[in-house]
């Protein structure tokens, strides 16, 4: 990773600021010219990772160690703006917000709405259409006024994928209808709510570039003078291996939005960073996932290559922007955390970063199952460090970042085993429903068994192979779908077949729902047993959209 210096202790330090493009509100705050002024300097050499906060996708970090540098949320489904608030103001990224614009009490999208709106209607002052969208216009500035107040930059990014047509905001029989959209937006929340933290981007939709070319869709673009930072949303091409398509996009944006920086303001992932920086692909001033990883669209191998690519910034490479309050940033970035973190006789070895983004780091606590079980101190940005006689068992490896001012942050959790081995590793598995049942033993956490959909009830069971003393089973979870409660029972007989009577040996209830790696590491007496059997009762969070994603089993035991 790079921690660059010289010329974000420049752009920090400024007091006067000139921008080579005048943002579109003159009267943009300080801390928003700075943040332009910083990604003009860095516009075609680097692009800024971003990432899409949702609950429906898995967290990036906890994959590849690193946080973004842009995180994008939804102003609709913001949630408690005091945490986010604070969130922001600790970690000191930069903040996108988009908005799915629930017009009416209805549907953003065209074809789940109950009453199709009329954009003429709602731009023409004096109709109840007009009226409806002011006072939308004025709850949602109130929100954005509680972000100003803290000082908080926001790059605002309304009516997105604007000439996509799946949104009710896309006029596409008078596109110009949505530019006075836009329009009145911008004079609105600048001129009188005075909304001086907002940064304006404009971002397109993909599509059959003949059917939508340039000059048809520059009708739905408001005009430079209202427009900060433009870009496009691009989906179904290849990040690794395409490049005519990232050029393609790009040179029409180029041509709606002249002059101005283009950002990938949602993809399935970040373009091959080796083709950008080979001048292959565009460099695009930022690259924002809307999936988490993994994902189909997203795989971990990926998102730790672009993400740990010297051509693409995460938050502990970005400037601090002046704020000398902000947690340090830490990752453990080896071992992974996909299954493969055994140590069976070994000690073990782990590598990472903590980087000051305040006062300087003072010393990193290691822990296992929030124990300490390790420190550095005064460590150096990148860092290794070995866990040496390590107690046998199974943990939670967590890093810890302490600054000189007491501030800290916690690193991405490792499933971590030590002195055992899993016994349930590739060994036969028997389901009630559902896909893929040796994916629950196959050692990664990225495949999984997948029970039907219907299946509020469900079992998985494992034959170990021959009878043997078994004290705890772990289950790591997939994305969402885990049960709030569950049984683990164990057997005895040479086949499946002869197992007359099943041992319940330990009962979970009311157990949190969890969005993802939901981890239940249940310890019981000891017991002598071949199979074993999960049996699943209810769904946590009533999540009934899918059947039990089930990761993996794991059985530790002893090394012999």
Not at 230 to 236: M, N, Q
Request: some cysteine; charged content about 25%.
């Amino acid at each position: 990773m790079r921690f660059l210096s010289g010329l974000f202790a420049v752009l920090i330090c400024l007091h006067t600021v000139s921008l080579a493009i005048e943002p579109a509100n003159p009267n943009l705050c300080q801390e928003g010219k700075e943040l332009l002024a910083f990604f003009e300097s860095i516009y075609g050499k680097q692009v800024l990772a971003g990432y899409n906060v949702y609950p429906h996708t898995p967290d990036d970090y906890q994959q590849t160690a690193r946080q973004a540098a842009i995180w994008g949320r939804d102003i609709r489904w913001l949630g408690d703006v005091e945490e986010v608030v604070s969130h922001v103001r600790a970690h000191g990224y930069f903040l996108t917000l988009h908005w799915h614009w629930f017009f009416d009490e209805d549907s953003a999208w065209t074809r789940e709405r109950k009453k199709p709106v009329d954009l003429a209607k709602v731009i023409t002052p004096g109709t109840q259409e007009h009226e409806t969208l002011m006072k939308e216009l004025a709850a949602t500035a109130d929100v954005l006024e509680r972000l100003q107040k803290e000082g908080i930059v926001v790059l605002w990014r309304p009516l997105h994928e604007i000439d996509g047509g799946w949104f009710w905001w896309t006029n596409l029989n008078h596109p110009e209808n949505t530019a006075e959209l836009w329009r009145i937006m911008f004079r609105y929340f600048t001129d009188e709510r005075k909304l001086n933290n907002l940064i304006w981007v404009y971002s397109a939709g993909v599509g059959d570039l003949k059917k939508k070319p340039a000059e048809w869709r520059r009708r739905f673009y408001p005009g430079d003078a209202y427009v900060d930072i433009s870009g496009i949303d691009i989906y179904g091409v290849d990040p690794k291996n395409d490049e005519t398509p990232y050029w393609d996009y790009y040179k029409l944006m180029e041509e709606v939005s002249p002059g101005k920086m283009l950002a990938l303001c949602e993809c399935d992932a970040i373009p091959n960073p080796d083709k950008m920086a080979a001048g292959k692909t565009p460099k695009w001033l930022y690259a924002l996932p809307w999936w988490g990883c993994p994902s189909p669209r997203r795989s971990v191998e990926w998102a730790r290559f672009t993400m740990g690519h010297e051509l693409v910034l995460t938050l502990d490479e970005i400037p601090t922007m002046g704020r000398k309050d902000l947690v340090p940033q830490i990752g453990i970035v080896e071992p992974n955390d996909d299954g493969s973190a055994w140590f069976p006789k070994s000690e073990v070895t782990m590598s990472g970063y903590a980087v000051s983004r305040g006062a300087a780091v003072a010393r990193v606590e290691f822990l296992a199952n929030d124990e300490v079980i390790g420190t550095l101190e005064k460590p150096p940005a990148h860092f290794s460090w070995s866990w040496v006689s390590p107690r046998a068992g199974t943990f939670d490896l967590t890093a810890r970042a302490v600054d000189t001012l007491g501030r800290t942050n916690t690193s991405n959790r490792i499933h971590l085993a030590v002195g055992v081995t899993n016994a349930a590793k590739n060994k036969p598995v028997r389901v009630s429903s559902g896909e893929h049942p040796q994916a629950a033993v196959d050692g990664s956490y990225y495949t999984s068994w997948r029970a039907a959909k219907d299946a509020e009830e469900a079992t998985c069971e494992i034959d170990l192979g021959q009878a043997m003393a078994v004290s705890q089973v772990n289950l790591i979870w997939g994305w969402k779908i885990h049960p709030t409660r569950f049984v683990i029972e164990v057997g005895s007989g040479e086949s499946w077949d002869q197992v007359r009577d099943w041992k319940t040996v330990a009962t979970m209830e009311n157990l949190p729902w969890v969005t993802w790696k939901a981890t239940h590491r249940v310890r019981f007496e000891p017991v002598t047993a071949r199979f074993v059997r999960i049996r699943m009762f209810q769904r946590a969070n009533r999540q009934t959209w899918s059947g039990y994603d089930l990761a993996e089993i794991e059985i530790p035991v002893p090394v012999k």
